[in-house]
């Protein structure tokens, strides 16, 4: 009998280069992460989850791989990796680790060798390789944009100095994509996926899941005006193809060789939880992101529809559905869900953005967010430093930004740096705790001292402490894996349900709502109003 564990579990995501430095140059590193391990089991996870610390040339935060074999200097060796996948495993938490099979590094072996080669050649056909429009072949092969802005093709001077082929890039021009019509392609995935559950990684996330395969013949696509960093709603050539799924059917069959339950999570930004359930069927991925719910207004009919329907989708199919509220690619939603304005997901907020977020009702909000988002059936996915409250870092200098978005667009979109601030853990350390020396790839705000780890510690009040309370509840009242019953009868400003034992009611109006007699207040998100539940608030209620 297994124990699924990926059905109920809370994982949280660890972005490396911003949760602890050991070795004092800025950017947090594996060893930095092994240190900070007993924190996390402390808050209650189950789950580590540690996006890319493979050899990069970092020009995208570690998403442009160019060894996956390895381990980036940067973030220290295979040794460090070892020992930090034994204490999790000590302190009883699972590791998954992020696998980036859409696109490599352009310094990826592989890719040095195709630049090198002749087109046709076996070292191209690894790569989306085309020859170019026009009688010169002067333009690209179609009209695709980058998802970071402008084309997604980029021309090479072949060995005679000629202007030469175009190979294709659906983010920087230094990621470009594999070609998964290669058998080459295919195995040496296969061979990556043996390499981390050899040494006894738990499973995979796997980036850009939906990408991988494109349409036949490349067919021209113009994203709809307003669409969001992943496309539009219509069907694109680029995300989603059928044959995608037979690589993750494949996937499935290795990792099912292995002994313990290894596991694969789906980052597939489609447009309908209908379409996303197609990765997890029975025979392909575990789990995918529910990035419907992540982009959810903070209203309780968008609440109810979005949870309703990812509960029937993803039940429909036999898998959990998971919840997210925050990750390192979108506005951490102790900010998100106080926007007076629309921004898309990748656009990022910054100092002169409009609609900037009111911070006390951005918290406010994301405290009684996660109180309904822990209280749900299936697995929970938690951002690193938002169990501590932090916001976005809006007003981060632009002579300090990193993200390829903002480079590419020239300044027009400020991109996903503000959530990737290096976190707090100690009020008066230097970076507050992150490393030693004070140093942080990325500036830290003022405040952080304000949200600091050990100013939360043991304060009932805090956000920490909270978040703690609620993985306690959810471990000790089997939530996760209870069926959902909706609550009816109570005030239309109400999101209500009922998971065992446990009543959720949370309340996104402006007036107060009063507890249904009979019932007792197990954890609140925020202060009781006289006994009654205050707008931006959620309570966890018990029968007396």
Not at 434 to 456: H, I, K, N, V
Request: net charge negative.
């Amino acid at each position: 009998m297994t124990s699924e564990w990926w059905r109920s579990a809370a994982i949280y995501q660890i972005y490396p280069r911003s949760f602890a430095d050991a070795s004092g140059d800025g950017v947090g590193d594996l060893v930095g992460i092994t240190s900070r391990l007993p924190e996390l089991a402390d808050l209650g996870v189950d789950v580590v989850w540690l996006s890319p610390f493979m050899t990069s040339p970092q020009k995208d935060a570690g998403y442009d791989v160019a060894d996956y074999c390895d381990v980036d200097p940067l973030f220290g060796t295979l040794d460090d990796f070892d020992a930090l996948l034994a204490r999790a495993h000590e302190l009883g938490l699972r590791v998954i680790v992020d696998l980036v099979p859409n696109h490599s590094s352009d310094q990826h072996v592989w890719f040095q060798e195709a630049l090198a080669a002749e087109p046709g050649s076996r070292a191209r056909s690894r790569y989306m390789f085309r020859d170019g429009k026009g009688e010169d072949g002067s333009e690209p092969p179609n009209n695709w944009e980058s998802i970071f802005g402008g084309p997604a093709w980029t021309r090479v001077t072949e060995a005679d100095g000629s202007p030469g082929q175009w190979y294709l890039h659906l983010f920087d021009e230094s990621q470009p994509d594999f070609d998964w019509g290669s058998a080459d392609v295919r195995e040496e995935f296969r061979r990556i996926l043996r390499f981390w559950l050899d040494r006894g990684v738990d499973g995979f996330r796997v980036d850009v899941a939906h990408g991988l395969v494109k349409a036949d013949e490349l067919p021209d696509y113009t994203p709809p005006e307003n669409a969001d960093s992943m496309g539009g709603v219509e069907p694109v050539p680029y995300w989603g193809q059928e044959g995608v799924h037979e690589v993750y059917r494949d996937w499935r069959r290795l990792l099912e060789s292995y002994d313990g339950e290894r596991v694969l999570c789906a980052e597939a930004w489609m447009p309908t939880v209908d379409e996303i359930a197609l990765w997890v069927r029975p025979d392909e991925m575990h789990q995918a992101f529910n990035f419907s719910y992540v982009m959810s207004e903070w209203d309780p009919i968008v609440l109810h529809d979005v949870i309703h329907e990812s509960l029937r989708a993803f039940g429909g199919v036999g898998a959990p559905s998971t919840w997210v509220l925050s990750n390192h690619d979108v506005i951490r939603h102790a900010s998100r869900l106080a926007l007076a304005a629309d921004f898309p997901q990748g656009h990022g907020i910054g100092p002169n953005s409009p609609g900037k977020p009111d911070p006390v009702v951005g918290l406010r909000r994301a405290r009684a967010a996660t109180s309904i988002m822990l209280a749900l059936p299936g697995s929970a996915y938690i951002y690193q430093g938002e169990e501590l409250g932090l916001p976005e870092f809006i007003d981060l200098p632009d002579d300090a930004r990193q993200d390829p978005t903002w480079f590419r667009l020239k300044g027009e979109r400020y991109g996903r740096d503000g959530c990737r601030v290096p976190i707090p853990w100690e009020s008066d350390r230097p970076a507050y705790g992150f490393s030693e020396t004070g140093s942080s790839w990325l500036p830290q705000p003022e405040m952080w001292a304000d949200y600091a780890r050990d100013r939360q510690v043991g304060d009932p009040s805090s956000t920490l402490e909270l978040y703690r309370t609620l993985l306690r509840l959810r471990k000790e009242q089997s939530v996760a894996t209870q069926v959902l019953e909706w609550v009816e009868g109570l005030p239309s400003q109400t999101l209500a349900f009922r998971v065992g034992s446990i009543t959720v009611i949370a309340n996104l109006g402006q007036d107060p709502v009063a507890i249904p007699a009979g019932m007792r207040v197990l954890v609140a998100s925020g202060s009781l109003d006289d006994g009654a539940i205050p707008t931006d608030t959620t309570v966890w209620l018990a029968e007396d």
